[in-house]
């Protein structure tokens, strides 16, 4: 076995958790998560409003625009050492990057549509 492997157990061959690995997870589902509703909420409020492809085009902008803050949030874990990746200590800020990336996952789409509809139905 080698290193990485072992930062996964401990010596009672317990399973640990790696937090690199659990951030890079979460913001893997994140986006999946935030795409989905990009495109079954702000796509079908843009659809409304605008016939032709510019729903799809805005659809590409908004997921491309978010890439760099999941990464933010996934850059501040992959940097930690293996011991460090292991260290309970760091459950409460990997609470905290949770929340606020599973929060701009979210509420992120459900505000844009809101924001989208407002706009469509003052125009």
Not at 106 to 120: C, E, S, V
């Amino acid at each position: 076995m080698n290193e990485l492997s072992n930062s996964h157990t401990s010596r009672t061959g317990s399973h640990t958790r790696d937090w690199r690995k659990s951030m890079s997870d979460h913001v893997a589902w994140a986006l999946l998560v935030y795409t989905a509703l990009q495109i079954f909420l702000t796509v079908k409020a843009l659809s409304a409003g605008f016939s032709s492809v510019f729903p799809y085009f805005v659809l590409v902008i908004l997921v491309a625009a978010i890439i760099p803050a999941c990464r933010w949030f996934e850059k501040r874990w992959t940097d930690l050492s293996d011991e460090q990746a292991a260290d309970m200590a760091y459950a409460s800020a990997f609470r905290r990057d949770l929340i606020g990336l599973w929060s701009l996952a979210i509420i992120l789409p459900l505000a844009l549509t809101g924001i989208f509809k407002l706009i469509f139905s003052v125009i």
